[in-house]
C-alpha cells in the first residue's frame, strides 16, 4: 500500500488557501477515483483508492499544518506503510506558480509541514511532491501570503497544477519516484 499524505489546515477559513494546495491535490485524486475521506484511526481524514491494482491511502492531516508529522506517522503505523511508500504533496514558496517538483528526499525546505515530518520520521528520505506558489511580486508577510486564497487568474494555473500533481502522484505509485521526477520534472510551468 502507498500513502500520499496532502498537506494542509483544517477548518473552512483554510479552504482554497495556497497553504492547502496539498489537500486539494488529494481530494482530486479521491474524486477521480470516485472515493470520499472518512475519520481516520487517529487525527486525519483518509480515503483508499486503487490504482493500477495498487492500493493507496490517500491522507489529510487534521493537526494543522505544523504538526502534520504526528497525523503522518499515525497512518503509517495504523496501515503498517514504510517510508519509501510514501509521497507528501505541499505548497512549497520557492517554486513558481504553475511548477510541480518531485524529490526524492532532501530537507524541507522552509516548509513546516515537511519539516515536522522529517522530524518525526527522523529521516529525510521519503518522496515529497513540492507545488509551486511563489509570489510574482514582493509581499509583505509569506504568513498572510500562504494563508490567502488564490486569485481569478492564479485559480485557473492552480487547477491545471493541482490535475498536474495527481497524475504525477499516480505515476509515483505506479512507477516510482525516479520515473515520476524524471516525466514531471520538466522546469515547464502548467500553462497559463
Known sequence: MKLVAGLGNPEARYENTRHN?????????ARL??????????????????HRNEPILLLKPMTYMNLSGN??????TFYKIEYQDILVVCDDL??????IRMRAKGSAGGQNGLKHIIQC???????????????????????????????????????????????????FVAHGVE???????????TQQ
Open 33 to 50: 477515483h470516485q472515493s470520499s475521506f472518512s475519520s481516520g484511526k487517529g487525527n486525519f481524514l483518509y480515503s483508499k483508492i486503487i
Open 121 to 171: 520520521l527522523k529521516r529525510d528520505d521519503f518522496a515529497r511532491l513540492r507545488v509551486g506558489i511563489a509570489p510574482d511580486h514582493p509581499v509583505s508577510s509569506y504568513s498572510s501570503f500562504v494563508l490567502g486564497k488564490f486569485n481569478a487568474e492564479e485559480r485557473k494555473i492552480t487547477d491545471r497544477m493541482v490535475s498536474l500533481s495527481a497524475e504525477a502522484a499516480l505515476d
Open 71 to 76: 497525523a503522518v506517522i499515525a497512518a503509517m
Open 21 to 29: 494546495i496539498g489537500f486539494e491535490v488529494v481530494d482530486e485524486l
Open 179 to 189: 520515473h515520476a521526477m524524471n516525466h514531471y520534472n520538466t522546469g515547464k510551468k
Open 94 to 99: 520557492n517554486i513558481a506558480l504553475g511548477t
